[in-house]
């Protein structure tokens, strides 16, 4: 591991993601639960049954949406001490700290579907070629990743991608295309990650700004002789793909 992650990660939960009063946290905490469900509840199988992977999973929140949605068959690892142990004060169960690296060498072919939520931008372009590598000997065939990772063609996208010191490659929709295709994904899917807020007055608001500035940014792209068609505009993209089924 690279020395700023060794001097980052040790404490990442307090300095980067975490809250100072348990009140707060946990607010903070569900907030992320009700969010997850409403991002990714369409992208699941119908299938309830399913075994879930969340790599890089934090305080477990999106393993505590799966959960809400009636998915039980949830693991998720991480590396951080303090986030793994935040999980436990939180109430999600089946959270490990560790290497994924090492969680998944005797694991090939386990998992249907596998998550990394705000996690591949903190790798470099090598390790992340290396992960999305090891993440399809994870996937039985046939089965699902689902990514989601700040984009490089949002509006004031340096606000979301430089947000954190750690964060390393950067995407837009046609280099995450790019990227998986190569890794050996098919069925590759670039869609907008959520763009919500939850008190009414204000996401009425948001809705129409929004509307207004996308089509602002159209119109820019226009302008330049460029196409709309290949660009996402919200500040994260939703990054999925399949492991191809042999034959």
Same mark, same amino acid.
């Given at each position: *591991?690279?020395?700023? #992650? ?27 639960? #009700?969010?997850?469900? =409403?991002?990714?509840? /369409?992208? *699941? ?40 142990? *935040? +999980? ?12 994924? =690296? ?7 072919? #386990?998992?249907?579907?596998?998550? +990394? ?5 903190? $790798? ?5 070629? &290396? ?16 990514? =989601?990772?700040?984009? *490089? &063609? ?8 430089? +947000? &954190?010191?750690?964060? /390393? ?10 990227? $998986? ?19 009414? $007055? ?44 042999? =034959?």
């Amino acid at each position: *591991m690279y020395q700023y #992650r060794e001097t980052l990660y040790k404490n990442y939960y307090s300095t980067h993601s975490g809250k100072t009063e348990q009140s707060i946290q946990l607010q903070h905490f569900n907030q992320q639960v #009700r969010y997850f469900v =409403r991002e990714f509840k /369409e992208l *699941m199988p119908s299938d309830k049954q399913v075994q879930i992977l969340d790599i890089g999973c934090g305080t477990g929140s999106l393993i505590k949406a799966l959960n809400q949605l009636g998915y039980a068959n949830t693991v998720g690892v991480d590396l951080s001490e303090e986030q793994v142990k *935040m +999980a436990k004060t939180f109430g999600v169960d089946g959270i490990e700290e560790g290497d994924v =690296r090492v969680f998944l060498k005797d694991k090939i072919g #386990r998992y249907d579907v596998i998550f +990394a939520v705000d996690l591949i931008e903190h $790798l470099g372009k090598d390790e992340l070629v &290396d992960f999305l590598q090891l993440v399809n000997t994870g996937l039985k065939p046939g089965g699902k990743v689902i990514f =989601r990772t700040p984009n *490089m &063609d949002a509006p004031l996208s340096a606000v979301f991608a430089f +947000a &954190d010191f750690t964060h /390393e490659v950067f995407l837009n929709k046609s280099s995450a295309k790019q990227l $998986l295709e190569s890794c050996g994904y098919q069925s590759v899917e670039i869609t907008e990650g959520i763009v919500f807020i939850e008190n009414p $007055l204000k996401e009425i608001i948001r809705k129409i700004g929004w509307a207004v500035t996308k089509l602002c940014l159209k119109a820019q792209l226009f302008f330049s002789a460029r196409t709309w068609d290949e660009v996402v505009f919200s500040p994260n993209i939703v990054i999925t793909g399949t492991k191809p089924v042999t =034959r």
